[in-house]
């Protein structure tokens, strides 16, 4: 039973910024490969952001540029610093973790093993 644990959620306007954070608790987050996932009303989940264990980063072209996915393992968090926030960004944020290396190939056929309860993030135009 692996158990991610989002925060860092909330309201903005269109411009401004959040940062996420991610824990695991009881367990490391060296142990996986981690990222970031939303749902946005009405459509499919869909990857953001992927790290792996070298620091290597990806993100669709949805948000590159604007959100920086990062780790710190000394203090055992997931981070996703999200900028320049745009209203079709509102979504339900979720951390996410995998045993394995993350596959290429399409964002919304991203299938981590394990995911958290989600955070909240609107953004206002």
């Known amino acids: 039973q692996v158990q991610l644990v989002e925060s860092g959620g909330g309201s903005v306007q269109a411009g401004g910024s959040l940062r996420l954070s991610c824990r695991i608790p009881g367990d490391r987050i060296s142990r996986y490969f981690m990222g970031w996932m939303r749902q946005r009303p009405g459509k499919e989940r869909e990857g953001v952001a992927t790290?792996?264990?070298?620091?290597?980063?990806s993100y669709p072209e949805s948000v590159r540029g604007r959100f920086t996915v990062s780790k710190d393992n000394a203090k055992n968090t997931l981070y996703l610093q999200m900028d320049s926030l745009k209203p079709e960004d509102t979504a339900m944020y979720f951390c996410?973790?995998?045993?394995?290396?993350?596959?290429?190939?399409?964002?919304?056929?991203?299938?981590?093993?394990?995911w958290g309860q989600g955070t909240q993030v609107t953004v206002s135009s």
């Open positions: 996410a973790a995998d045993v394995s290396p993350w596959p290429g190939g399409d964002w919304l056929s991203l299938r981590p093993a394990y």
């Open positions: 790290i792996d264990n070298a620091g290597t980063t």
